[in-house]
């Protein structure tokens, strides 16, 4: 079989599956789907580096692909259990709801196109107003929403 | 070189429209639409691509390809995570067929088993934990999808445009195959003994990587095991760092 041909095919397809996971990762806002990404990452690394090994009639790229087969193994339990942990303190999923740990020069995330949630208002009762009204941050009434 | 130029400019808009179009963008129209564009760029990518000499091993080849980086794609587009989880499992089978097409026998079995057969599980776990009814709203609209899209296909274009200059006038000559040593392909990533060979490869000459990879093992779960145990430590009241 053609060595070069399958190289240049298998670099191209490694590429592709990088860049997908990429989009995916920059796009999505869904932490399991951020994670499934970067996983798609490491898979377009691995057939990169299977076919080099391949081309240069060498095991190290096979050895590499079972390390990455590991580390995938151990980022999967942790990144679970991170986002575990996140769900239980935010009840979502979704990555904008722990935009209070961005930098302090950046404009605060606001979503216009997400549809409103189903479900009137509960009514609450209206108490006799005590002093004023204290301001408070938006960022930390944000914080303090899923912390 | 023109026309290569052009082809892959076309194929590199072509990816990146499908890819924008088939992202989850609210309410709009046009993911089907997205899905054809995206085989149609992709079509035009690989015809850049030098043949494989036989006209089978072309067709298995693209199958398996077509089939890896199509789901790939869904794996990203889809608004259900759970979908998305299920076909990253084909882009998974279709990585594992490609290693098998490559001669790493060991590496597309070890795939199955180790990505489909526990991390994919445990990501389906967590999601059937975490994931609310029905389709909540942050899945539905994406971050700058326009910008990600072109940017990828972008980078994909390029790297085309190299190797497809590189290889349509190769630089080194192929060496023939009966210059290399009956030892060295007895020894080769296509040896008869696979598995002894690639066994004797890592436990030989990585040991110490070895050692260290399970190590790391052994240190994840401990972490995994530590974020997870201060869920619980703190429903049940107990202070944060106890």
């Keep these: ?147 | 070189m023109n026309t290569l130029l052009a082809m892959i400019g076309g194929a590199t808009l072509l990816f990146a429209a499908g890819l924008w179009l088939s992202l989850p963008r609210g309410r709009a129209p046009g993911r089907a639409l997205g899905a054809v564009v995206v085989a149609a760029g992709l079509g035009l990518f690989s015809a850049q691509t030098v043949s494989l000499g036989s006209a089978i091993a072309d067709v298995v080849f693209y199958l398996i390809a077509a089939l890896t980086v199509i789901s790939a794609v869904a794996t990203i587009s889809f608004r259900n995570p759970v979908y998305s989880a299920i076909w990253f499992a084909l882009s998974l089978l279709g990585t594992a067929g490609l290693f098998l097409f490559n001669g790493a026998q060991f590496l597309g079995v070890a795939t199955i088993v180790v990505y489909a057969g526990a991390i994919l599980v445990t990501f389906l776990f967590v999601l059937m934990l975490a994931q609310p009814e029905g389709q909540a709203p942050y899945d539905r609209v994406s971050w700058a999808a326009p910008l990600s899209a072109v940017s990828g296909a972008l980078l994909v274009g390029l790297l085309t445009f190299v190797l497809a200059d590189v290889f349509q006038n190769p630089v080194v000559e192929e060496r023939p195959v009966a210059q290399v040593s009956e030892a060295e392909l007895a020894d080769g990533v296509l040896a008869d003994q696979h598995m002894a060979t690639l066994g004797r490869w890592l436990f030989g000459r990585q040991l110490v990587s070895i050692e260290v990879i399970g190590t790391l093992l052994l240190v994840a779960l401990v972490g995994a095991v530590a974020v997870v145990g201060q869920i619980h430590h703190r429903e049940r009241g107990g202070p944060m760092h106890g």
């Excluded at chain 1, 009840?91 to 949630?117: C, H, S, V, Y």
């Design chain 1, 1 to 147: 079989m053609a060595e070069v041909a399958l190289l240049e095919k298998y670099l191209l397809i490694g590429a592709l599956l990088f860049r997908i996971g990429l989009v995916g990762f920059f796009t999505r806002r869904n932490t399991i789907i951020m994670f499934l990404s970067i996983e798609m990452m490491l898979q377009g690394v691995s057939v990169s580096l299977v076919a080099w090994g391949r081309y240069h009639n060498d095991w190290g790229g096979q050895i590499l692909v079972i390390f990455i087969l590991t580390i995938a193994a151990c980022e999967a339990a942790i990144a679970l259990a991170v986002v575990l942990s996140l769900f239980h303190k935010a009840g979502a999923l979704d990555i904008a709801l722990w935009q209070t740990l961005r930098e302090d020069n950046q404009p605060a995330f606001t979503d216009p196109k997400m549809p409103e949630p189903r479900g009137d208002d509960p009514e609450w009762p209206k108490l006799t107003p005590a002093g004023i009204e204290p301001t408070a941050d938006p960022d930390e009434i944000i914080h303090r929403m899923h912390v």
